[in-house]
């Protein structure tokens, strides 16, 4: 079987690719370099020439609640574009299986928690990231009109918080876990006395080690065929106070941390109802303390090498 992965190079793709790599997978990615999936003419020609039998889709423009903020546009048009250019080219090229991995931002902001699949578009967005939510449910709703129009076996995934090597760790664009890592382990090489943080520490979240979400799309790859997406995540969460406490241990950090709550907090929490995957047979196999001190060590290893 011959497999493409989009965004092949970044926190979800790479991880895909591992696991795919190590089952002895015929893979082939798609990055920046190969090509640029913002051309449609180009990503039609690429996945005609590949003839895969799977396409998984994990490329995207994301960021945190700053760049969200600063660069929407960047985030809705260029995000319906990548996804719509390779959907598209997928169709044309006949594959038979697509998975689109989206977000679990497209909820709303004051959902019930946990989050249950059939809660989309029942009420309004989180607004620090609601360009890219809006981008991802568009893809969502192309995956279903593939399969109505067309009866095609694609699906979508939809991720908690995701972390993991690969990930992207610049301050000015990356999500709240990462960005607590780079501060944390730059802040106790620094012997830094003070880390001020964003908001009150207050919201929840839940977190998944990429090689787990990496499991689980294979898993639904060859067992979902529905045209709800599926949630994949831990299906715990905890406060972003718990998870700067832990991470500054796991840092060696010794200093304080002190929170600006005339920053924004985001969605006050936010957890996933991950029944319909793990009755496939999936459950995340890596803690967060353990996924966490790992990612700590690729990040001094690689990120901090690089300084």
């Known amino acids: 079987m011959t497999i493409v992965i989009a965004g092949s190079t ?3 793709g790479s991880a895909i690719t591992r696991a795919l790599i190590g089952r002895g997978e015929s893979v082939i990615g798609i990055n920046r370099k190969v090509v640029d999936l913002l051309d449609r003419k180009a990503t039609f020609e690429f996945i005609n020439a590949a003839k895969p ?4 889709d994990a490329a995207a423009i994301v960021g ?5 903020n600063n660069f929407p546009v960047d985030f809705l048009s260029k995000n319906i574009q990548i996804q719509s250019n390779l959907m598209d080219a997928a169709h044309a090229a006949n ?3 697509f998975v689109f991995l989206g977000s679990s931002c497209i909820y709303p902001r004051d959902c019930a928690q946990p989050i249950k699949e059939e809660y989309l578009m029942t009420g309004p967005l989180e607004q620090t990231n609601s360009a890219y939510a809006v981008a991802k449910i568009a893809g969502i709703e192309l995956i279903r009109s593939y399969r109505k129009q067309f009866n095609r076996k694609w699906i979508s995934l939809m991720p908690t918080n995701m972390y993991g090597p690969n990930d992207n760790f610049d301050l000015a664009s990356s999500h709240v876990l990462p960005a607590l890592i780079n501060r944390f382990v730059t802040s106790t090489v620094n012997s830094d006395q003070v880390v001020t943080l964003w908001g009150t520490g207050s ?3 839940e977190f998944l080690h990429v090689d787990d979400l990496a499991t689980a799309a294979l898993i639904a790859a060859e067992k979902y065929d529905d045209g709800l997406q599926i949630n994949v995540g831990t299906g715990e969460d905890l406060s972003i106070f718990d998870l700067a406490t832990l991470i ?11 929170w600006d709550s005339s920053k924004p907090d985001g969605t006050p ?7 319909k995957m793990k009755n496939l047979g999936w459950a995340p196999a890596i803690s967060l303390e353990v996924g966490i001190s790992s990612t700590i ?3 001094k290893d690689n990120s901090m090498a690089k300084r």
């Open 203 to 205: 919201p929840k979240r």
């Open 269 to 275: 929490r936010k957890v996933l109802d991950v029944t």
């Open 10 to 12: 970044g926190l979800v």
């Open 53 to 56: 039998d799977l396409v998984i």
């Open 95 to 97: 594959v038979e299986r």
């Open 297 to 299: 060590e690729w990040f």
């Open 248 to 258: 500054s241990q796991l840092s060696g950090y010794k200093g304080k941390i002190e």
């Open 64 to 68: 945190g609640i700053g760049a969200n």
